[in-house]
C-alpha cells in the first residue's frame, strides 16, 4: 500500500503506523487533507492530535473501523497538557528573543551566536555580557573587551580572536 496516496485514510479507521523517523504508534484517521497530504490521527483516548506528513509513513497497517472520532460526546481536551505545552513554546520563544540583538550589525550577531556555543552571553542594548562581568562593546575587537577579573577578560577575548577568525575564514569562503 502507498501511503502516499491516501487512499487508505478514511476518517475513523484504526491504524498502526510506522514513520520514516523510527516513530511507532496506533492511532484513529479523524482527517486527511489530500491537498497538503497531511494526515490527522488520534493516538490515545486523550484526544491528542497528531498531525503527521503521509510521505513519512513507512508502512501502516489497517486495525479496523471505529466510531466517529469527530462525535462531540466523546471529544476531550486536556487543558493542563495543552496549557503546558503553551507555557514551554512560550518560554522557548522568550529565550530565543532574548538571543536576538536588537540594533546591531549582522556581525554583532555572528559574534554573539558563535561566544554563545562555548560561553554564557546575553545582551544588554548593544553590548555582549559574557559570563554576567565581562562585556564586549562594538566593534566587538579584542579591545572592545572590558570589566570582569584579568583571568575572565583574557579568556574572552581569545575566545573573541578565535570566533573572529572562524567567522572571517566562513565569509571568506563563502
Known amino acids: 500500500m502507498d501511503a502516499s496516496s491516501g487512499d487508505e485514510f478514511t476518517v475513523g479507521c484504526l491504524l498502526s ?12 484517521v479523524i482527517t486527511y487533507d489530500r491537498p497538503s497530504n497531511i494526515l490527522g490521527s488520534d493516538p490515545g483516548p486523550c484526544r491528542n492530535i497528531r498531525l503527521l506528513k503521509a510521505s513519512y509513513i513507512k508502512e501502516f497497517s489497517y486495525l479496523g473501523q471505529a466510531e466517529d472520532p469527530l462525535d462531540p460526546k466523546k471529544c476531550y481536551i486536556d487543558l493542563n497538557t495543552l496549557q503546558a505545552r ?17 540594533g546591531v550589525t549582522v556581525e554583532a550577531q555572528n559574534i554573539f551566536d558563535a561566544l554563545s556555543k562555548t560561553l554564557p552571553v546575553r545582551w544588554d542594548k ?19 573587551v572590558s570589566g570582569g577579573t584579568p583571568a575572565a577578560k583574557e ?20
Open 17 to 28: 503506523i510506522k514513520t520514516s523517523l523510527g516513530d511507532e504508534f496506533k492511532g484513529q
Open 86 to 102: 503553551e507555557e514551554v513554546a512560550i518560554r522557548q520563544a522568550e529565550a530565543d528573543a532574548e538571543r536576538l540583538g536588537v
Open 126 to 144: 548593544t553590548a555582549i555580557v559574557v559570563m554576567n562581568e565581562v562585556r564586549v562593546s562594538s566593534p566587538y575587537l579584542p579591545e572592545s
Open 155 to 174: 579568556r574572552v577575548k581569545k575566545v573573541l580572536e578565535l570566533e573572529r577568525r572562524r567567522l572571517q575564514a566562513r565569509v571568506a569562503a563563502q
